[in-house]
């Protein structure tokens, strides 16, 4: 079933003296469930066609359809409560909260959610123990390891229960080790709990265990291959 | 809040000492206009005067309020008044064997100004009493800059004067630079410090002048004063007055202008009638009831110049508003560093979390709550350091208030204008609620552009910045 639509979609930014043509006319549909990386090199669109699927930016042209539904005609704050209800991020710099333990960083979301402070904990404590980390609850980002920042930015991402996971360039900053036991812990999320997981990657150990490979290159799809 | 404690710490620390500064110097430029109202309503003027039309113009004898006892009883029946004190007033020239001074003579009746005056607190020890020999007549209460003009005061230094400074603490060193001038005497002020400025180094005369002045000074007992005016009939007459105390109000021009003597001596002089008097003065709860009241006794007391503190002293009336606009312009200026400084902070704050703004709106933080974030940290600050600086200040003005702050250096020029040289700092509970509803409120509006400007960032423009 068809869950993300992208229609034509362009972006241009408007430098002081050149037009740059980020994405440049881009079509491609993602099914649930689906464990898809977009490849490319250093300036090829990756995360400007992220941040364009999370709502986060705007497409200059073209349409991105999410559950049968527009983007562009989402107001801002409207946008802000989509995201916050059906897309979870994680960032290549985990970009964590340096004050919060991560449990509390976990909780955040479900905070601004208003979730009972029970159910809030349970799921935390579910999450944190879904990757790997039940034992670092209370541990600030400071005293974890890069691989387990990414792993609490991941669990923190799960919290609300989202339909996609974007993660734009998630393994960039980890060891090998760490990258394995991420991209397992994704594999196991997106299967059981069948949440489609999109991200930006040119770390060939992440592209190896993706099922679908979208290649791009100056804003442009090269090449769109499924694995079985 | 406390992810650059240094940052907060420098911040509350810098609105603190603020506030304590501008607050305290608030209090002393209270205190000492406080203390001058307070001196000329108790001391010297009380807060309504009654007068015959024309008497305060002309200040001519036969000017006189007649049934005096009754316009007292019509004024003491308003609920605000206090007390009243019926006086005549002359003017005189005292002589001393050296000197002439024109000075004013007020016939008073001592208890009766007791109960609306505190002119009998200002005797200096030692030097007699407030009309307090009963039976006695022709009793001058004077003060003491009159005292000193008319060589009445004689400065001295004898062993016990010696002795007294060195248990004070001036050191040895100094009090033998004083030894040339032990046991002379001195006329006058003028003549006593010009020696001892020329004995001792400018610092010990900064340091120590005031004690060694105060030591050498000395009351000639059994002075007399010879008073020359003018009767009822406008003949000359006058008796010779001893003195009854030396009074110190601070105030040069009144101690050398007002001599306090009992009514019924200037009555049996001036041959004025016991039931008339030149002026009643009036006495009320509240000094800012004291102008209503005089507009109420002058529609009932037609005839009479019925006045407030306010008109009879438009300046003191000017110093209090003047005071008033000045502690604004203070609270202002302070209100805009705190200002100043909050909005420079968290726009530091903004900048230094432009990423994690980015990623707390990408993960579903609403404009709202950004907003109320970044109002919430700054009205964090400033209420912190502004209740610690209003804190401090008050526990500060208290622990000062109490023993006051002496400026003897300038005590001179101070008393010249009827300043106290010893100042007590004061500040009403007012003036300390509204500080703090005002810090809170610039808190909250100085957090507004740094919010508004967290409120403009761009999620994905936000997660790019490094």
Redesign the interface.
Known sequence: MKVLELRNVHKIYNSSEVKVHAVNGVSIDFDEGEFAAIVGPSGSGKTTLLNMIGGLDQPTEGEIIVNKVNLAAYKSSQLIDFRMKNIGFVFQSYNLIPVLTAAENVEFIMNLQKWPKKEREERTMELLKAVGLGDRANSRPSKLSGGQQQRVAVARALASKPRFILADEPTANLDSKSTETLIEIMENLNREENITFIFSTHDARVVKRARRVITIEDGKVLSDERKN | M??NRTRSLVVITSITIGIFAGVFAVGLMNGTIEQRVDAALNQEMAHIQVNREQFRENFEINLTINNADSVSKLILRNEDVTGVAQRLLVNAIANTASKSVGIQLNGIDPEAEKKILSLDKTLIPGTGSYFEDPGRHNLAYIGQDLAKDLNIIRFSLDEAAIDSLASGGIPPETLSKLDILVNKQFPGEKAFSKEVQAALSRTEVKKYGADIMKRAWHFRDRSKITMTFLDKNLMQTGAMFRIAGIYDVNNSVFEKSQVFILRTDLERLTGIDANSCHQILVKVNDRDEALPLAKKLRTEMPGLQVESWKEISPDLAMMVLMVQKFNGVFLLIILAALSFGIVNTMLMVVLERT??LG?L???????R?VFSMIMAESVFLSLVGGVAGMVISRLFIISVASKGISISSVSEGFEAMGFSSHIYPSISGTFFITVTILIIITGILSAIYPAIKALKLD??DA?RTE
């Not at chain 2, 709106?361 to 404009?367: C, E, F, L, S, V």
């Open positions: 406390w992810r990423k994690e990623m709106t990408a993960i579903g933080m609403n404009k709550r999620p994905a997660l």
